[in-house]
């Protein structure tokens, strides 16, 4: 079965345009691309294609942009592409069984984290949040659950101390579309035995929140340098000073025995801004005060002096 497949890909936001990109680049045709429908984005509300759409388009796939998956018009139209396989990467919505196993090797879909841990919308943030050591992608076949399917391909990759849940986006979502190529022909060899995932041993990683980001400076340094990581770039950890907002990036955890009350501004100079916590100290090396870009603490401190000995609360 060395013939090249019949693909229909799914997906539509930047994690997914590697793995397009990768099938692009294989052996395999790429019949049709199904994204969601343009938004409105910015300041103007113009509308705006989505990434995976962008790339489609420069390679003059025919792209579909439906408002509802779950009718027989739409089923209708992905038969007429007579697709061996659909692959899904971050499409953005539960697919109905009916379009699942229409191809003949149904339907498989690259997830951001080595399963069964962290099912759900936000598993690279999550795993982040959560102090995880590594992460990774896997190939599994869709069922009709939330990334219950059986697992197909794993594979892991080291989380440093200064990845945040940006950069892994970036590193994971390629290693997505390099392991997707692989699994593809894999199974095409019939060498790619499908493994069931262990409920017992699954976590959940549901959406993120704006709130989520409000620290609370008594919790230790460790947890909140991980939860600042896995809200960055969205929504973004946050702490008011003298009622105006910040925003925290770039955390470092800094040992020493506090005496100062929990969010105290111990310090702030080139090096970043000094934090108590209820374990150890935070330094911050980039913030966004309210109103403003993010940028470095040393820039930040040329325009705005920052109270020393006050409370982030």
């Given at each position: 079965m060395n013939h090249p497949l019949r693909i229909i890909f799914m997906g539509t936001p930047d994690f997914a345009v590697p793995a397009l990109q990768a099938l692009l680049d294989s052996p395999d045709q790429v019949v049709a691309v199904i994204c969601q429908p343009d938004r409105k984005k910015g300041r103007g509300k113009k509308l705006s294609p989505p990434p995976v759409k962008v790339l489609a388009e420069k390679h003059s796939l025919p792209v579909l942009q439906?408002?509802?998956?779950?009718?027989?018009?739409?089923?209708?139209?992905?038969?007429?592409?007579?697709?061996?396989?659909?692959?899904?990467?971050?499409?953005?919505?539960?697919?109905?069984?009916?379009?699942?196993?229409?191809?003949?090797?149904?339907?498989?879909?690259?997830?951001?984290?080595?399963?069964?841990?962290?099912?759900?919308?936000?598993?690279?943030?999550?795993?982040?949040?959560?102090?995880?050591q590594e992460t990774g992608v896997t190939?599994?076949?869709?069922?009709?659950?939330?990334?219950?399917?059986?697992?197909?391909?794993?594979?892991?990759?080291?989380?440093?101390?200064?990845?945040?849940?940006?950069?892994?986006?970036?590193?994971?979502?390629?290693?997505?579309?390099?392991?997707?190529?692989?699994?593809?022909?894999?199974?095409?060899e019939g060498k790619l035995p499908p493994i069931k995932q262990d409920d017992a041993l699954a976590t959940e990683a549901p959406m993120l929140n704006k709130e989520m980001g409000h620290l609370d400076w008594h919790q230790d340094a460790q947890t909140l340098h991980c939860l600042i990581r896995g809200l960055d770039p969205w929504p973004s950890a946050f702490g008011f000073l003298q009622d105006r907002r910040f925003r925290f990036f770039q955390p470092q955890v800094i040992e020493g025995?506090?005496?100062?009350?929990?969010?105290?501004?111990?310090?702030?100079?080139?090096?970043?801004?000094?934090?108590?916590?209820?374990?150890?100290?935070?330094?911050?090396?980039?913030?966004?005060?309210?109103?403003?870009?993010?940028?470095?603490?040393?820039?930040?401190?040329?325009?705005?002096?920052?109270?020393?000995?006050?409370?982030?609360?």
């Open positions: 439906p408002t509802a998956i779950r009718t027989e018009e739409f089923l209708e139209q992905l038969r007429s592409f007579a697709p061996d396989l659909i692959v899904v990467t971050a499409y953005g919505r539960i697919l109905p069984a009916s379009l699942l196993f229409l191809p003949r090797l149904g339907t498989i879909n690259v997830h951001g984290s080595l399963l069964p841990k962290y099912r759900g919308a936000a598993p690279i943030q999550w795993a982040l949040i959560n102090g995880e190939i599994m076949q869709v069922d009709e659950g939330m990334d219950t399917g059986d697992i197909l391909l794993p594979v892991s990759l080291p989380i440093t101390d200064t990845d945040t849940s940006g950069s892994l986006f970036k590193k994971l979502s390629t290693l997505g579309g390099k392991t997707l190529v692989k699994a593809i022909s894999l199974l095409k025995n506090v005496s100062e009350p929990p969010g105290t501004l111990c310090r702030a100079d080139k090096n970043g801004l000094l934090v108590a916590t209820g374990k150890n100290y935070l330094r911050l090396a980039e913030i966004q005060p309210e109103g403003k870009k993010r940028m470095s603490v040393q820039s930040c401190l040329c325009g705005m002096k920052l109270p020393v000995g006050e409370q982030f609360t």
